[in-house]
C-alpha cells in the first residue's frame, strides 16, 4: 500500500483536528455518484472501505478522494455534431456559423452523456499533524493540487501549500552530477534527464544507464540542467526526485520489505504497512528537505 509517487504540501499551522474531528468534517462533501448529465464528480471515500473516511495510524491519517469522469471522447461529439452540421445544412442551404456550431455540440453532448461510461478514480492522501505535511498519492501536480482545493473547501483555514526549499531541486541535481557526489545519505540511480534551458529545450535522458562523469559534465557546460535523478535514501528508499520538487516511482528497497510480517489479518498487515511506510517516507522527505537547505517559508 505505499504511496507510488509523492505531491508534498506543507500546512503553514498546525493541524489541530482528531480524526474524529476530521471525519466529521469531510463527511459534507462525501462521494456521491454524479447524475446522467454530469461530467465529473468528487468527494471523499473510505480509505479502507468500512465507512470511515478517516483511517488514523500512530497519529498519522490516511483519506481518499474519488473522481467519477464520463468517458465521452470529443472525436465523438464532433462526430456527431458534423453529421447533424450536414442535415441543417441540406434543409437551409448554407453551413451552420461558429455560434451555431458550438451550440450544436452543447446540444450532443447533453444528449450523449447519460449513455457515456462513468469511471472512478481514488486517490489516497497522508496527513502527517507531527509534521504539518500534507502528502498525496499522485503522479502530476494537477491532480494533487485537485485533492487540496476540495479538502481547502472541507477545511477551513487549512493553509496547505506545496512544499518549497531554499534551494532548488534543479540546481542541486545539477551540482550532484557536476561534483560526481551524491550528498550524504543518498546515492545516485542510473535514470537521470538533462535538459537545455535554451528555447530549443534540448534533452538528455538516461534510463538504466550507467552514468558517466565526464560525458555528464559536457552536457551541463554546454548549458543543460537536471530535472530528473533517480536517487536511493539510505539503502531503504528508491525514488526519482523531480524538478519540482515531487518524489515519484517511490520503491521500498528489500531492508524494509524483508520487516513485513505476513501474519495477522488484512487490516493488521495495512495498518502496520501505513505505519511503516509515513515512518520512513516522513524520514525521507525531512532528509532531503535538508539536504535542500530547508523548507522555504
Known amino acids: 500500500?505505499?504511496?507510488?509517487?509523492?505531491?508534498?504540501?506543507?500546512?503553514?499551522?498546525?493541524?489541530?483536528?482528531?480524526?474524529?474531528?476530521?471525519?466529521?468534517k469531510l463527511a459534507a462533501q462525501a462521494f456521491q455518484p454524479g447524475s446522467s448529465v454530469e461530467m465529473q464528480r468528487m468527494g471523499?471515500?473510505?480509505?479502507?472501505?468500512?465507512?470511515?473516511?478517516?483511517?488514523?495510524?500512530a497519529g498519522q491519517m490516511m483519506i481518499a478522494l474519488r473522481t467519477e469522469k464520463k468517458l465521452l471522447p470529443a472525436s465523438v461529439i464532433n462526430q456527431v455534431a458534423k453529421a447533424r452540421a450536414q442535415e441543417i445544412e441540406e434543409r437551409q442551404g448554407?453551413?451552420?456559423?461558429r455560434k451555431e456550431m458550438r451550440e450544436l455540440k452543447d446540444?450532443?453532448?447533453?444528449e450523449l452523456l447519460p449513455r457515456a461510461f462513468a469511471v472512478w478514480r481514488d486517490t489516497r492522501v497522508w496527513i502527517d499533524p507531527v509534521r504539518g505535511r500534507i502528502v498525496v498519492d499522485a503522479a502530476a501536480s494537477a491532480k494533487?493540487?485537485?485533492?487540496?482545493?476540495?479538502?481547502n473547501e472541507s477545511v477551513e483555514?487549512?493553509?496547505?501549500?506545496?512544499?518549497?526549499t531554499r534551494e532548488s531541486p534543479v540546481a542541486a541535481m545539477t551540482s550532484w552530477l557536476a561534483a560526481d557526489e551524491a550528498p550524504a545519505g543518498f546515492s545516485v540511480d542510473q535514470d537521470?534527464?538533462?535538459?537545455?534551458?535554451?528555447?530549443?529545450?534540448?534533452?538528455v535522458r538516461y534510463v538504466r544507464h550507467a552514468l558517466d562523469?565526464?560525458?555528464?559534465?559536457?552536457?551541463?557546460?554546454?548549458?543543460?540542467?537536471?530535472?530528473?535523478?533517480?536517487?536511493?535514501?539510505?539503502?531503504?528508499?528508491?525514488?526519482?526526485?523531480?524538478?519540482?520538487?515531487?518524489?515519484?516511482?517511490?520503491?521500498p528497497l528489500d531492508v524494509l520489505t524483508e520487516k513485513e510480517d505476513g501474519s495477522g489479518d488484512e487490516a493488521e498487515r495495512f495498518d502496520t504497512d501505513f505505519a511503516l511506510m509515513s515512518g520512513e517516507l516522513g524520514r525521507l522527505i525531512d532528509h532531503l528537505t535538508e539536504t535542500l537547505g530547508g523548507r522555504q517559508d
Request: glycine share 4%; proline share 4%.
Open 44 to 57: 471523499w471515500i473510505s480509505p479502507r472501505d468500512n465507512g470511515v473516511l478517516v483511517h488514523a495510524v
Open 144 to 151: 494533487g493540487d485537485e485533492v487540496m482545493q476540495l479538502l
Open 192 to 203: 537521470t534527464e538533462l535538459r537545455s534551458s535554451t528555447q530549443s529545450k534540448a534533452t
Open 94 to 97: 448554407y453551413k451552420p456559423g
Open 213 to 251: 562523469a565526464a560525458d555528464l559534465r559536457r552536457h551541463i557546460e554546454a548549458g543543460k540542467q537536471c530535472t530528473r535523478l533517480a536517487m536511493t535514501w539510505m539503502d531503504r528508499v528508491s525514488f526519482t526526485l523531480t524538478e519540482t520538487l515531487a518524489i515519484k516511482r517511490v520503491t
Open 1 to 24: 500500500m505505499w504511496f507510488k509517487n509523492l505531491q508534498i504540501y506543507h500546512l503553514a499551522a498546525p493541524f489541530t483536528l482528531t480524526h474524529e474531528q476530521l471525519d466529521e
Open 107 to 110: 446540444t450532443v453532448t447533453n
Open 157 to 164: 483555514n487549512l493553509g496547505a501549500r506545496p512544499l518549497q
